[in-house]
């Protein structure tokens, strides 16, 4: 046990939790970008109101998110651990420039990082928190025909507060009343300053990605030659690409959508 203990607590122990974490955290950006892509659904936010709602109350999917969190403030603090410690091992820079310098991505990890995780602060203080813990967000009532498919949508205000959700039947029709946090998406993406935040963080992401993904396989040992090629594609077209304009695509779509 000592032995493991002193294992976390060396660099490469501490590499090892940040290479851990990190591949964690891209598995999420998949996942988190297959969800928010209903935004594009057009069904007046049913899809993405439902399917927010279903985090939030599938137990499972609760246990999952928390692991979340953890790893998010796990991933930050080893970052910041390893950052100092590489300043206190090297206050002076090299005497000669080595023949393959380090990219741009890897020199500014934690200028990257920093700007991701003051951008995660406020994008769950604007969407998780209050979503979850006040009553800032509002209902909507979806009255959908089982039969025929029809929907209709209109505001919903509970009588209790402590109400959630509910589903229920009348005849033919499913009455669903959720939680409108596509609204507050709507709302929040239609303020340029938000727009600007979001692209500039997701530029962050791309780069921070471009580095971390392939750094996070050379620390776990995981290079193969016969691998490496694979892994340099994905870490570059899928997470320092696709995903990243994914997700900045979002709140520049809802912001030209508002000018109209």
């Known amino acids: 046990m000592s032995e493991l203990k002193q294992t976390f607590n060396s660099t490469l122990g501490k590499k090892l939790i940040m290479a851990l974490t990190g591949l964690f955290l891209s598995l999420f950006l998949i996942v988190h970008l297959g969800g928010n892509l209903l935004l594009f659904v057009n069904d007046n936010g049913y899809s993405f109101n439902m399917y927010a709602n279903f985090l939030t109350h599938f137990p499972p999917i ?27 091992s090297r206050p002076v820079g090299y005497a000669v420039t080595p023949k393959a310098p380090a990219s741009w991505s890897s020199k500014n990890m934690g200028l990257l990082g920093s700007i991701l995780f003051l951008f995660i602060v406020i994008h769950m203080s604007d969407f998780w928190y209050k ?64 727009v600007i935040l979001y692209v500039i963080a997701m530029g962050a992401l791309s780069f921070h990605l471009l580095h971390g ?21 994905v870490g570059t077209w899928l997470f320092a690409v696709i995903i990243p304009l994914g997700f900045a695509a979002m709140p520049i779509v809802y912001y030209l959508q508002s000018l109209k």
């Open 213 to 233: 993904f392939q750094s996070a396989f050379r620390t776990l040992g995981w290079v193969h030659r016969k691998y490496l090629p694979i892994i340099q594609f």
């Open 62 to 88: 609760e246990v999952i998110a928390w692991l979340l969190y953890i790893t998010i403030i796990v991933h930050a603090l080893y970052a910041l651990i390893l950052t100092i410690h590489n300043r206190r």
């Open 131 to 194: 979503y979850k813990y006040t009553h800032s967000v509002g209902f909507k009532e979806y009255r959908t025909n089982v039969l025929t498919g029809e929907r209709t949508e209109s505001d919903f205000v509970p009588e209790n507060e402590d109400f959630e959700h509910a589903q229920t039947f009348d005849g033919d029709v499913e009455i669903i009343k959720v939680k409108d946090i596509h609204t507050k998406v709507a709302q929040s993406f239609a303020m340029p300053v938000y």
